[in-house]
């Protein structure tokens, strides 16, 4: 499995980004997606997550109303638009999936990209 999150950078506040993970080893149309987050000295925090198939979303409260995660499922990739964007949600974004097998939970991560929203 491999997660492979592009996107990131330096935004000013108000300002939009949109972040894309690209995944290879395993079948991505059958497994939910979600993105995290961590700020520094912070604990990792879930900010969206979307079922297999695209038709359940659900967000942090914090990024509610301007944040959007969607899917591609043909091309293997998931997505997080982020609009008016706060300082507040400068952190390394991740992406994450898991998958249970014989009754044991596995995580699977991307290496994270960095959003600073700055003036």
């Known amino acids: 499995v491999q997660l492979v999150e592009s996107g990131g950078g330096l935004v000013q506040p108000g300002g939009s980004l949109r972040l894309s993970c690209a995944a290879s080893?395993?079948?991505?149309?059958?497994?939910?997606m979600s993105w995290y987050r961590q700020a520094p000295e912070k604990e990792r925090e879930l900010v969206a997550a979307i079922s297999s198939a695209g038709g359940s979303t659900n967000y942090a409260d914090s990024v509610k109303g301007r944040f959007t995660i969607s899917r591609e499922n043909a091309k293997n990739t998931v997505y997080l638009q982020m609009n008016s964007l706060k300082p507040e949600d400068t952190a390394v974004y991740y992406c994450?999936?898991?998958?249970?097998?014989?009754?044991?939970?596995?995580?699977?991560w991307g290496q994270g990209t960095q959003v600073t929203v700055s003036s």
């Open positions: 080893g395993f079948t991505f149309s059958r497994y939910a």
């Open positions: 994450y999936t898991f998958s249970i097998r014989l009754g044991s939970k596995y995580d699977y």
